[in-house]
């Protein structure tokens, strides 16, 4: 008797285990799917790596990861992603050792948040068939849809804006939109 409460507790442990594991990987999904609809959006890691980069021009000193994490409220392992590309992009410089952190290669004044955001998210584009990997579902030759070239001024609108807004202007509030 002792036997098949085992067997039963595990087959119920293994069951919920299968059921928490469809779910995750339904809203997983449905996830994947929201992130896909929002073209016109900055990620949230666009926007995690500019307060980053706000908060090391802040500092003059070398700053740890740890003290990124909780002056910009990121979790500390999204930071180190974050950091990461911005390291192989040459605009942070990674320190090692005990003394060890990060702080800015480029000045403040050279980095524009377009260039972040392209880093990040990859071309600014308000339509998917402004990127250049998509072709536009109406019709094959981009020039026969009304609203591309709309879709095509907004976007280099946003896209002239966000390259004349460096870091060191909104550290100092002296951007204009």
């Known amino acids: 008797m002792r036997r098949s409460a085992i067997c039963s507790t595990s087959r119920r442990r293994f069951t919920l285990f299968l059921i928490s594991t469809r779910t995750r990987t339904e809203l ?15 990620t949230l890691e ?20 740890g003290t990124l994490s909780e002056e910009t409220s990121v979790t500390p392992r999204f930071t180190l992603k974050i950091l990461h590309k911005l390291v192989g992009e040459g605009i942070v ?16 004044e050279e980095i524009t948040l377009k260039r972040i955001i392209e880093l ?17 579902r109406y019709k094959e030759d981009k020039t026969a849809c009304i609203y591309h070239h709309i879709f095509d001024a907004i976007s280099l609108d946003v ?18 939109i």
């Open 28 to 42: 997983h999904k449905a996830q994947k799917r929201k992130r896909r609809r929002a073209e016109m959006r900055i």
């Open 46 to 65: 666009s926007d995690y790596a500019l307060r980053i980069l706000t908060t090391l021009a802040k500092h003059d000193e070398i700053v740890g990861a």
């Open 93 to 108: 410089r990674s320190y090692k050792g005990v003394m060890g952190g990060y702080r800015l290669q480029m000045a403040p």
């Open 120 to 136: 990040i998210d990859g071309p600014i584009a308000i339509a998917r068939c402004l990127d250049t990997g998509e072709t536009c």
């Open 159 to 176: 896209a002239k804006k966000l390259g004349a807004i460096t870091i060191a202007d909104v550290l100092n509030q002296e951007y204009k």
